[in-house]
């Protein structure tokens, strides 16, 4: 694999919707202007919604999720948050690979490594409990392989949406699990099954369409009726204020390559990919899993979240190739067409 948000703060380049003062405070006109803003670039839609893409081969379109069975285990109309916990066990979790295209970070040799990524001028990821709004992003593939991501919960008028990278873009019985606990029978934030998920039309692994990988995906209540958003809290979705920027980056390496199984951070200043409409960062540790980590500007260590102005995708998968790749990861640069995207998924 490669491995691996609009609102214009006041001086900097930032968000829509006047300087605000961090993501603690909750302000409404923040969000509904992010949202009318957003709407108002969509036009027709250029997004593309795709079905989680079911077992028997049955192609992408508007519908929601996929499959079908009288529980909702297969996916389908039936599948819900409910059948999802069923579903995804902790062993099925544990066993699950990443998603995304060949090469780049899925490239990585194991390592027994259990505290964080080798050090080195770049520096490394450490290892912690990780935070609400981020979690993993599980699904299966046609040949029925359970795979992962890592997303993030992006504030939104229904409370339901999810970001995460789009080549991620999960198959069937796909579920996101908020601050995700490796071996745990239940889940501190629960685990919810995904409705629908959008990406752009014109997305590729390289060249410019690799500056268009990011993806967002609805997401289904919960057993009593609860919103995602509503029990994790959310990031403000951002305009990436340029290519250099200081960020607070959250993942879910693979337990292949990081047998902690945990989430790690890094915070880090980025510079611009050469030859790509992308960032770059230089962190070990962002092995295979860890496509679709938000890269989180004025990270609030009060409330655990911030502005996602990034999420760890684009050239190959959102990173180089070989042994090292874990140590230098990419980021498309967050302007109109991700909020295009954005503003699809919110009336859709």
Not at 108 to 122: D, L, M, V
Not at 173 to 178: G, L
Not at 264 to 277: D, K, P
Request: hydrophobic content about 30%; some cysteine.
């Amino acid at each position: 694999m490669g491995r691996r948000s609009v609102m214009r703060r006041s001086g900097d380049g930032g968000a829509e919707g006047g300087p605000g003062n961090g993501p603690g405070h909750r302000r409404k006109h923040r969000h509904r202007r992010l949202v009318l803003g957003g709407a108002a670039a969509a036009g027709v839609g250029l997004a593309l919604c795709f079905l989680m893409v079911p077992a028997n081969g049955a192609t992408a379109g508007t519908a929601p999720a996929n499959g079908a069975s009288a529980d909702g285990e297969d996916g389908g109309r039936g599948w819900t948050s409910e059948a999802a916990a069923r579903y995804w066990t902790a062993g099925r979790m544990a066993s699950a690979v990443p998603s995304g295209p060949d090469g780049g970070k899925a490239a990585a040799a194991p390592t027994t490594r259990t505290t964080a990524a080798a050090p080195g001028a770049a520096g490394s990821a450490r290892h912690f409990e990780g935070v609400p709004s981020v979690g993993v992003l599980f699904s299966v593939d046609q040949d029925a392989k359970a795979h992962h991501c890592t997303a993030s919960v992006v504030r939104s008028p229904r409370r339901n949406l999810i970001l995460t990278a789009g080549h991620c873009n999960p198959g069937e019985r796909a579920a996101f699990v908020p601050q995700y606990r490796s071996g745990a029978t239940t889940q501190p934030y629960g685990i919810w099954a995904i409705d629908r998920g959008f990406t752009h039309p014109d997305r590729t692994d390289t060249g410019p369409g690799s500056d268009l990988d990011f993806a967002f995906a609805t997401v289904k209540p919960d057993g009593a009726g609860r919103r995602l958003e509503s029990v994790t809290g959310g990031n403000f979705l951002a305009r990436t204020p340029g290519y250099t920027t200081d960020v607070t980056v959250i993942g879910y390496p693979t337990a292949r390559n990081d047998p902690a199984d945990q989430a790690v951070r890094c915070g880090v200043r980025t510079t611009r990919l050469t030859g790509q409409r992308q960032l770059r960062m230089e962190c070990g540790g962002f092995y295979g899993g860890t496509s679709g980590s938000p890269w989180l500007s004025r990270f609030d260590e009060r409330t655990k979240t911030g502005y996602v102005v990034g999420t760890i995708g684009g050239l190959n998968g959102g990173g180089p190739s070989g042994p090292d790749s874990h140590r230098t990861s990419y980021s498309p640069y967050f302007g109109a067409e991700v909020f295009r995207l954005y503003a699809r998924a919110i009336v859709s």
